[in-house]
């Protein structure tokens, strides 16, 4: 066989393993963002789930202390409008 016929046997070989190479490394690029996409989706809705779950627990506290108002209760639990914190007023809770 001619030197000439081994260069270009190489150059193929080499041409078709980074070719397969190439594929594999695709292939493993799709799988490794597609779990990534579906992570991410899991935690937009757990944020959404939780932020629902959030407002809703706020406006029962919200209703709860409006009854309280109108019973003439103590209100043990505050809502700070700025950031939305609840607090509990334990010094008023032991004095009852």
Same mark, same amino acid.
């Given at each position: 066989?001619?030197?000439?016929?081994?260069?270009?046997?190489?150059? @193929? =070989?080499?041409?078709?393993?980074?070719?397969?190479?190439? +594929?594999?490394?695709?292939?493993?690029?799709? /799988?490794?963002?597609? &779990?990534?996409?579906?992570?991410?989706?899991?935690?937009?809705?757990?944020?959404?789930? @939780? =932020?629902?779950?959030?407002?809703?627990?706020?406006s029962e +506290?919200?209703?709860?202390?409006?009854?309280? /108002?109108?019973?003439? &209760?103590l209100q043990?639990?505050?809502?700070?409008?700025?950031?939305?914190?609840?607090?509990?007023?334990i010094d008023?809770?032991?004095?009852?």
């Open positions: 066989m001619d030197t000439a016929w081994i260069g270009v046997l190489g150059v @193929l =070989g080499g041409s078709i393993l980074t070719s397969l190479f190439n +594929l594999w490394n695709n292939r493993q690029k799709t /799988k490794s963002e597609k &779990e990534q996409i579906e992570v991410k989706r899991i935690w937009e809705r757990e944020d959404r789930e @939780l =932020g629902y779950k959030q407002e809703r627990y706020e +506290l919200r209703t709860y202390n409006e009854i309280l /108002k109108a019973d003439g &209760e043990y639990v505050t809502i700070n409008e700025q950031n939305g914190l609840n607090l509990f007023k008023k809770f032991r004095e009852s």
